[in-house]
């Protein structure tokens, strides 16, 4: 009986999507890819800054939508019973809710990227991050509501 041929180039090719992700996970012998200890080290530091960006995007966005919110409630609740307006009105109370949340993305995106440049010089490879798009879309939505409030009657 003869033994098992190794694969040819042509079979290689027709390989599924999950082959070719364990391919790219692990190396050719089947064992993982830079499993050294530092390696591992770096990779949770990076992925720990990741994590507080997108911690800092959610508390951003539940501030903008909050304030948002409050300003659209207390325009209608103003249309169909005026009332008296105290030290602070809604809209003063949105727009200060809705740039608190801005604020807030913007100095995360500022910290991450200072953290991922010493990463970066530290010699360490570092990927493009993902929370920071996701940052900017968060920050171009604040602006958005800004605008909404302060141009809005």
């Known amino acids: 009986m003869e033994s098992a041929a190794k694969p040819s180039p042509e079979v290689k090719q027709g390989k599924g999507l999950l082959s070719h992700l364990g391919d790219f996970l692990m190396g050719p012998s089947g064992t993982p890819k830079n499993l050294d200890g530092n390696f ?30 409050i300003y659209k409630f207390f325009q209608i ?18 727009f200060i809710m ?20 010493s990463l970066r010089a530290a010699g360490i490879q570092v990927p493009p991050s993902m929370s920071t798009i996701v940052g900017g879309m968060v920050a171009l ?13």
Request: proline share 1%.
């Open 98 to 117: 809705i740039l608190t949340g801005l604020v807030a993305v913007l100095l995360a995106g500022l910290q991450h990227r200072k953290e991922m440049r």
């Open 40 to 69: 591992l080290a770096v990779d949770r530091t990076r992925l720990a800054h990741e994590r507080t960006m997108m911690a800092w995007i959610r508390t951003g966005l539940s501030l903008i939508s909050f304030g948002f919110t």
């Open 77 to 94: 609740q103003e249309l169909s019973t005026p009332f008296q307006q105290g030290l602070i009105n809604a809209r003063s109370f949105g």
């Open 141 to 153: 939505l604040g602006v958005l509501g800004l605008l909404a409030v302060v141009l809005r009657q």
